[in-house]
């Protein structure tokens, strides 16, 4: 079982930047992402690398890079010009089994943008 632990959350105020990082017990798989829920709403998919593919949601495009370190098995999401409508737990997650679907997740870190 892979286990992914995110780190990189915190406070910010609008207009900053983070930096989240994923790291995964083994070698990372061709297909992960980065997702995330605020209060109140349904979780969304943020960015994404799936067999080489890099996939932005509209409302991260220009602001938000998905990249990847496969010799420290870790994901990282670069967050810029960062909204309170940003804030949100952000989870990252991997598909490990032979399907689209992702089945791997982890336990998720806060991003709070303050106004």
């Known amino acids: 079982q892979v286990q992914l632990l995110e780190s990189g959350g915190g406070l910010v105020q609008n207009g900053g930047s983070l930096r989240l990082a994923c790291a995964a017990s083994?070698?990372?798989?061709?297909?992960m992402g980065w997702f995330r829920q605020a209060p109140g709403k349904q979780r969304e998919l943020v960015a994404s690398?799936?067999?080489?593919?890099?996939t932005y949601a509209d409302s991260v495009k220009g602001r938000f890079i998905i990249s990847r370190d496969n010799a420290k098995n870790t994901l990282y999401l670069r967050m810029n010009s960062l909204k309170p409508e940003d804030t949100a737990v952000y989870y990252c997650?991997?598909?490990?089994?032979?399907?689209?679907?992702?089945?791997?997740w982890g336990q998720g870190t806060q991003v709070t943008v303050s106004s």
């Open positions: 997650a991997a598909v490990t089994g032979p399907g689209p679907e992702y089945n791997a």
């Open positions: 083994r070698n990372i798989f061709s297909s």
């Open positions: 690398i799936r067999r080489g593919i890099i």
